[in-house]
């Protein structure tokens, strides 16, 4: 070696005396290289520091170790949901102890599907880790067409075919309104997620489970769809108490919107929780800074994202069969209710 130059595959073949095909085989584990090749290649990658890339291993893997975190959200839903930053915590640190490059992507329109269409044709990414799965979403669809690798955070439905990581929805959704049933509450409402997400019907499918385990009729008049923001949290806050002005708690479907909720009972004079418990889920930074700090139930949102990944490594590095982890929740206790 001379000067400072970085070793390359090329280097390291000729100090072995074998070919650069066989220092890639030897970098990622293959059985096709004799005993004594890959002594003299381990031998030279020791001697001259070499530090494989992805360009050389993916001469005899075709990988590229790069993979792509895409979220078909706005950058202010983004930007304001700790769900989001959460999980992709989880996601990019799984991917630094595997040295797998991470590609965020935002599909909000045409112009970025078709640019997500294209690095998959291309073969720029080696897998998808897909959030914010709606029902009628063609996109995981249109992936597993063109035979790429994908891991859902969540998933269309119950007989989803593809491989995903979800939290326990409808037994997170199911302790919150037992708890609140426990505490002498008898009409408990609820602040829907999406109908079009499994996520959104899971926890709706929670709320009616408890109801029935305790004989206590679940009221369609308390069942109000909102969109996982502070402000959906709060308009349907506002059309839950003109409806039905006499509820006694509320479980939102996330922490985000029972802060909106929060804020609308605080408008129509509402005590929290003498006049109204409030539950959330997710169990963000947000529920222990509200005013009171709010009871919700937990659920491991940055293990859910390093699960994807992991899950998506296992895949693409060793063909693993799909995978499909549903991973525990738990109820945290606050003065909300």
């Not at 290289?33 to 494989?52: D, F, G, M, Q, T």
């Not at 990988?63 to 202010?76: G, N, Q």
Request: contains cysteine; hydrophobic residues 45%; neutral net charge.
């Amino acid at each position: 070696m001379t000067g400072n130059r970085r070793p390359t595959i090329k280097t390291v073949a000729a100090h072995a005396g074998v070919g650069r095909t066989t220092v890639s085989r030897v970098v990622n584990g293959s059985d096709l290289v004799s005993a004594e090749a890959r002594a003299r290649v381990l031998a030279a990658i020791k001697e001259l520091n070499y530090v494989p890339n992805s360009v050389a291993r993916g001469l005899v893997t075709n990988r590229t170790d790069a993979v792509a975190l895409v979220i078909p959200e706005s950058e202010s839903r983004l930007g304001s949901e700790p769900f989001f930053a959460a999980i992709i915590r989880g996601v990019s640190g799984a991917c630094a102890e595997s040295r797998t490059q991470l590609q965020l992507m935002l599909v909000r329109d045409a112009a970025e599907r078709d640019q997500l269409t294209e690095s998959v044709a291309t073969r720029r990414v080696d897998g998808v880790l897909l959030l914010s799965v709606h029902s009628g979403d063609r996109l995981p669809g249109m992936l597993e067409e063109m035979g790429l690798p994908t891991v859902l955070a969540g998933r269309r439905g119950a007989d989803e075919q593809l491989s995903y990581v979800i939290a326990d929805n409808a037994g997170g959704a199911a302790a919150a309104v037992r708890h609140l049933l426990g505490r002498g509450r008898r009409r408990v409402a609820t602040i829907t997620g999406p109908l079009d997400m499994d996520v959104g019907r899971s926890r709706l499918a929670g709320w009616h489970a408890a109801h029935r385990e305790a004989g206590v009729a679940a009221e369609d008049l308390l069942v109000e769809t909102g969109d996982f923001t502070e402000e959906g949290g709060a308009h349907a806050m506002r059309s839950l108490l003109e409806r039905a002005p006499d509820l006694d708690a509320v479980f939102a479907a996330s922490d985000l919107m029972a802060v909106g909720a929060l804020a609308e009972l605080r408008r129509w004079k509402r005590r929290v929780p003498e006049d109204v418990a409030v539950v959330g889920f997710e169990d963000s930074v947000l529920a222990r800074h509200t005013d009171p700090p709010l009871t919700t139930v937990r659920q491991p949102v940055e293990e859910l994202g390093r699960t994807m990944a992991r899950i998506l490594a296992d895949i693409t590095r060793h063909g693993a069969d799909r995978q499909q982890i549903t991973l525990p929740t738990e109820l945290v206790v606050r003065a909300s209710s």
